[in-house]
């Protein structure tokens, strides 16, 4: 780019060009890509959900009262980003919206962290969702079979808890139930 030239930020049109292959996000005005999850980090995120799904989406075997989300776009003014699983109290959000994207914030949110997003998940995202005051929050590294349980309080991320390879535990807000960790982890 010639120094002169002023740069303009990402647009929802923007976005909307990038091939189908990638994962598009906005944050801060620049337009970031990442190739689908390997797997994984697939295999990680999938498990996550599914463990999640039934007793908290659907109250089999659990509370309900949730929504549980793959990859949902949320719009928070200027950004848009996208986690690997989002999840709503149905009583903050009764219904799912007709639009391709959330204007209202998760209750909880999981960034399943690879070394290519590393950065982005743990610094830029984190920090949206702080200002969005979403109360939760977890990273998933599925190479170091690791959770770790962030809380948000006072606008800073507070780690609750970690856990690893084949824990069995009860991580918040979803501690209702017991998670084991291994559902997580790509296992041969």
């Not at 120094?3 to 909307?16: F, I, N, R, W």
């Not at 970031?32 to 659907?58: E, N």
């Not at 190479?143 to 006072?154: A, D, I, K, S, Y």
Request: proline share 9%; hydrophobic share 40%.
């Amino acid at each position: 780019m010639d120094p002169g030239e002023q740069k303009h930020p990402a647009t929802y049109e923007d976005l909307l060009k990038v091939p189908d292959h990638l994962v598009a996000e906005i944050i801060d005005g620049e337009l970031y890509t990442s190739p689908r999850p390997a797997p994984r980090h697939a295999a990680a995120s999938s498990g996550l959900g599914g463990a999640l799904h039934g007793p908290f989406d659907r109250g089999r075997g659990g509370p309900g009262g949730w929504w549980i989300l793959d990859e949902p776009a949320l719009h928070r003014g200027r950004d848009i980003v996208v986690p690997d699983i989002a999840g709503w109290r149905r009583e903050r959000l009764p219904q799912l919206p007709e639009e391709a994207y959330f204007s209202i914030q998760p209750d909880w949110i999981c960034e399943v962290v690879s070394p290519s997003t590393a950065s982005l998940d743990r610094v830029k995202k984190l920090t949206i969702y702080a200002r969005e005051r979403v109360p939760h929050a977890w990273l998933v590294d599925p190479l170091g079979q690791t959770v770790e349980v962030l809380r948000l309080e006072n606008a800073r991320w507070t780690i609750v808890t970690t856990c690893a390879g084949s824990d069995v535990v009860r991580l918040e807000p979803f501690d209702a139930i017991e998670l084991d960790l291994t559902l997580l982890w790509e296992t041969s």
